[in-house]
């Protein structure tokens, strides 16, 4: 079955830098897009970014934009967000999502990283 | 920034009807994007309920159903049941973005 595997929770300072894992599993990686999403405590769900599998185009949200890359690994069929100069509002659950091709939706997700940034 | 616009809650007693509305622009809804929804339970993954306006993926209840006019979409939940308590989004494509938009989200309250 589908799994989309997550790295475990980080405790980072501000100013640091931030670099997720997402490994996937149960289909065929370049088969499907991933985005990112994330949820700040008592906020609702902020899309973050998508990646092609299949050539590594990405596309990130205004918001985000500069402070995050999005990546691909396509032999370990892992994904990877990194996001830098941290800051107490990154404080969030970070998710990875399947999304099918020509698609803008998620179809799976994985169980989600707990991000704190604190001093 | 959200573009889409949800109730932050609505509340059922158990076997009554809830309807979620989405009210979005005419750069994502009512450009003909599609809309879809997920049902997220605290300290879970959220789960896909609705794709494509009106499908449901294999194993969601018939109980769930999606429709959309014009720059509106709305979930309803028939049959409601104590288990549908939980957080419920919408979600499209917006064109001036270039980027997925969600809902503010809808908190389903089940009596």
């Known amino acids: 079955q589908v799994q989309l595997v997550q790295s475990g929770a980080e405790v980072k300072k501000p100013g640091a830098s931030l670099k997720v894992s997402c490994k996937a599993s149960?289909?065929?990686?370049?088969?499907?897009?991933i985005t990112w999403v994330r949820q700040a405590p008592g906020q609702g769900l902020e899309w973050m970014g998508w990646?092609?599998?299949?050539?590594?185009?990405?596309n990130y949200a205004q918001r985000l934009q500069g402070r995050v890359t999005m990546t691909t690994d396509t032999p370990t069929s892992t994904a990877y967000m990194e996001l830098r100069s941290l800051r107490s509002d990154d404080t969030a659950i970070y998710y990875c999502?399947?999304?099918?091709?020509?698609?803008?939706?998620?179809?799976?997700w994985g169980k989600g990283t707990t991000v704190t940034v604190t001093s | 920034q959200s573009m889409l616009t949800q109730p932050p809650s609505v509340s059922g007693a158990p076997g009554q009807k809830v309807t979620i509305s989405c009210s979005g622009s005419?750069?994502?809804?009512?450009?003909?994007?599609?809309v879809h929804w997920y049902q997220h339970l605290p300290g879970t993954a959220p789960k896909l309920l609705i794709h494509?306006?009106?499908n449901r993926p294999s194993g969601v209840p018939d109980r769930f159903s999606g429709s959309k006019s014009g720059t509106s979409a709305s979930l309803a939940i028939t049959g409601l049941q104590a288990e549908d308590e939980a957080d419920y989004y919408c979600?499209?494509?917006?064109?001036?973005?270039?980027?997925?938009?969600f809902g503010t989200g809808t908190k389903v309250n089940v009596l």
């Open positions: 990646i092609s599998t299949y050539n590594g185009k990405a």
């Open positions: 005419s750069s994502n809804i009512g450009a003909g994007y599609d």
């Open positions: 999502a399947r999304v099918p091709a020509y698609y803008y939706y998620m179809d799976d």
């Open positions: 149960g289909y065929t990686f370049t088969s499907y897009g």
């Open positions: 494509g306006d009106i």
């Open positions: 979600q499209s494509y917006d064109s001036r973005l270039s980027a997925y938009v």
